[in-house]
């Protein structure tokens, strides 16, 4: 009787960060995913406060919830992340259609990256890896080496 790989839910930050580090190699595209996927983040974050703050909210607790699940210090990074990106929205009269440009560039940011790498995104494989791309940029912010 073969053993089946862990479920992608059951997987460690360690697992999910290796796995992901696979496709972020070459310097050029992790440089190029430093910026953009804490880009893409927040202007996920934008496009939901212009449409209901209270949906995004909602949204960021559960995601919070799957960083918990994870990891207490990504868990608190990420929190506070959150927490200043949607307290300076509050700030800025930037509505739907500039925070979907910059989604927009973002992503195109990110696909030229992944062309140099020659390797598929990701998310491809598994939707999960868009809550990934964040944890794996906060890591390396915090110091963790799992990102090589």
């Not at 990891?71 to 500039?98: D, E, H, N, R």
């Not at 992503?107 to 598994?126: A, L």
Request: aromatic share 14%; net charge positive.
């Amino acid at each position: 009787m073969s053993r089946r790989p862990p479920r992608m839910s059951k997987r460690t930050l360690e697992q999910w960060l290796s796995e992901y580090s696979v496709s972020h190699q070459n310097l050029i595209n992790k440089k190029i995913h430093w910026l953009c996927v804490p880009t893409i983040f927040v202007s996920l974050l934008g496009m939901g406060m212009s449409l209901s703050v209270w949906f995004t909210l909602v949204l960021s607790a559960l995601v919070l919830l799957f960083y918990m699940r994870l990891s207490t210090p990504l868990f608190l990074a990420m929190g506070m992340f959150i927490l200043i990106c949607l307290s300076v929205m509050t700030l800025l009269p930037w509505g739907f259609k500039v925070w979907a440009g910059v989604f927009v560039v973002a992503w195109i940011g990110q696909f030229i990256g992944h062309k140099i790498e020659g390797k598929k995104p990701s998310f491809f494989e598994d939707l999960q890896f868009l809550l990934i791309g964040p944890a794996w940029v906060a890591n390396s912010l915090m110091g963790n080496k799992n990102n090589s």
